[in-house]
């Protein structure tokens, strides 16, 4: 859990700070009961942040999820996004997230919004609290606004990982699964089937998403890798997405 996390009540508080250091300085701390009535600033906020967090905020950055670097420097909130369709994977995101104390824990609202074309479309959304200590993230995610893999994504790629990036944007294709990698580059996705055949032994390839999409590629884990895949990420599967990887 992060220093700023809190469970049920308890809560970690800095007690002295240096308002004049937007790097968040800290004199020192100590543990508080949890005030609701007190709004921390995103520089007041700090890590170490736990390998489960940094699983799920890698594992949805790799699908839909996008890093937002606020401004005046104050730090760096994740919003995770979903269509209404998946809400209840959303709400099961947002229940994993705010249980430890990153995010508001009311439940996210559904809400309209045009689409291409004068579409309308339901979407469910939240953010993370703003944390000075998210803005390593946001570095190696970004590059002139667009998102990238970052080089180590292996040390982040976790089975939670791996699982939370199939729920946010796998899909089953006959005997095998998909993931759609349209926005990264080729070397990003060799990048990524790399990893998943370092960390877990998977066996994917790299196909063209179209004929007409000649930069877009997207990442197929082979019918022979499936049962392995299913071992690995099943425990962290909601039932309601385990149709992807059937």
Request: charged share 25%; aromatic share 14%; proline share 3%.
């Amino acid at each position: 859990m992060s220093l700023w996390g809190y469970e049920k009540s308890l809560k970690y508080s800095i007690i002295k700070l240096n308002k004049s250091e937007k790097n968040g300085f800290i004199d020192f701390i100590i543990p508080l009961f949890y005030n609701s009535k007190y709004k921390y600033k995103g520089w007041q906020r700090i890590g170490p942040h736990n390998n489960d967090i940094l699983s799920i905020i890698f594992g949805s950055l790799l699908g839909d999820a996008h890093a937002e670097k606020r401004k005046g420097g104050v730090g760096t909130r994740i919003t995770f996004y979903q269509e209404d369709s998946h809400v209840k994977y959303l709400y099961w995101l947002h229940a994993l997230v705010s249980d430890r104390g990153y995010c508001n824990s009311s439940t996210p609202l559904i809400k309209s919004r045009l689409g291409k074309g004068g579409k309308i479309r339901k979407v469910v959304r939240f953010n993370t609290w703003t944390y000075t200590s998210f803005n390593w993230i946001h570095d190696i995610w970004y590059d002139n606004k667009k998102k990238r893999v970052p080089l180590c994504i292996k040390n982040y790629l976790s089975p939670l990982a791996l699982a939370i990036w199939i729920m946010d944007d796998g899909a089953k294709v006959s005997n095998s699964l998909k993931l759609s990698t349209n926005s990264f580059t080729y070397s990003e996705c060799l990048l990524l089937v790399n990893t998943l055949n370092d960390n877990f032994n998977l066996k994917c390839t790299i196909q063209l998403a179209g004929a007409k999409d000649k930069d877009q590629f997207i990442i197929y884990v082979l019918k022979e890798s499936m049962p392995l895949l299913r071992e690995i990420v099943n425990p962290y599967i909601i039932p309601e997405m385990k149709y992807k990887i059937i």
